[in-house]
């Protein structure tokens, strides 16, 4: 959350203090490298140009996971801190994300997955930084679209202990919300990360009446704004850029890549506006 110095009335030295404990984060959603081949160099090379300490993947890297492992092993040798939270696409079961199923591909394949490459998986425990706790959670939905519009999330997503899109948003209330609490008691500033929105509200005018159950819940919202510690809320699944506040006053962002030629033509121009950089 990069702050101006005319933008608060602060003495000069406690203004030195917060520029000189400032994190760089720098962040992105929805790479769907599978849709995206060649992307990943110029993911890399943006990277080491912006010199971030903490760079956060927001959801939806693949369809499936034969390949992440790889991927963020790349992504490491360009930042120190890597951290992945999965989206909707990268819990499918399909050919390439065959073992288990989508509960068991989040609470441990995935897991044992990130960990192995020398990446943080936010899905079920905080990353710690300084001062700075980043927590996060994929989130789910309120429901899936009605008929005649379906989702593969509908088909693809197997979650033996729930029955309902409602109860996976359950699930997945509870994990973010214990790593709220716990962060709260550790750090001073917190960075939330969820794939789908907390603040569906908010995208009346992107997104249709009929969909906007499926972006997320309003209760992840609810869950954040809870928490006073938090300064800066991160999302994708939608592919379009957004940056609101909430009502809580909370810059809340998402910045996708996207599907091909979807937020412009040429990758390394997409790439410059979509990886966003924040200082915290």
């Known amino acids: 959350m990069k702050i101006g110095s005319a933008d608060l009335c602060i003495p000069s030295a406690l203004w030195y203090e917060w520029v000189m404990s400032a994190l760089?984060?720098?962040?992105?959603?929805?790479l769907h490298l599978d849709h995206n081949p060649g992307l990943l160099p110029i993911l890399?090379?943006?990277?080491?140009?912006v010199r971030a300490q903490i760079f956060i993947m927001a959801g939806d890297m693949f369809s499936g996971m034969s390949r992440l492992e790889a991927a963020l092993k790349r992504l490491r040798q360009c930042c120190d801190h890597v951290l992945f939270i999965p989206g909707n696409h990268d819990l499918w079961v399909n050919e390439t994300n065959s073992i288990g199923d989508s509960r068991a591909i989040y609470d441990s394949?995935?897991?044992r997955t990130v960990h192995r490459a020398g990446a943080h998986y936010l899905g079920t425990a905080p990353f710690y930084f300084e001062n700075l706790a980043v927590c996060?959670?994929?989130g789910w939905y309120d429901d899936y679209p009605s008929p005649p519009i379906t989702t593969p999330d509908a088909k693809l997503c197997h979650w033996p202990d729930f029955e309902t899109p409602a109860q996976v948003l359950e699930w997945q209330l509870g994990?973010?919300?214990r790593q709220l609490t716990e962060a709260s008691e550790r750090a001073r500033k917190i960075v939330v990360v969820t794939h789908t929105v907390p603040y569906p509200s908010l995208l009346k005018k992107h997104v249709s009446e009929e969909l906007i159950a499926y972006m997320g819940s309003e209760r992840l919202g609810a869950l954040i704004d809870r928490f006073p510690k938090v300064v800066y809320a991160i999302s994708g699944?939608?592919?379009?850029?957004?940056?609101?506040?909430?009502k809580g006053g909370i810059p809340w962002e998402v910045s996708p890549f996207g599907y091909p030629k979807e937020l412009g033509e040429d990758p390394r121009?997409?790439?410059?506006?979509?990886l966003r950089l924040i200082e915290v």
Request: glycine share 2%; hydrophobic share 50%.
């Open 237 to 246: 699944h939608i592919h379009a850029r957004i940056l609101r506040r909430t």
């Open 269 to 274: 121009e997409v790439i410059l506006r979509s």
């Open 24 to 30: 760089r984060v720098a962040f992105i959603s929805d």
């Open 44 to 49: 890399e090379a943006r990277l080491r140009e």
């Open 109 to 111: 394949v995935m897991l």
């Open 136 to 138: 996060g959670a994929t």
């Open 175 to 177: 994990l973010l919300e």
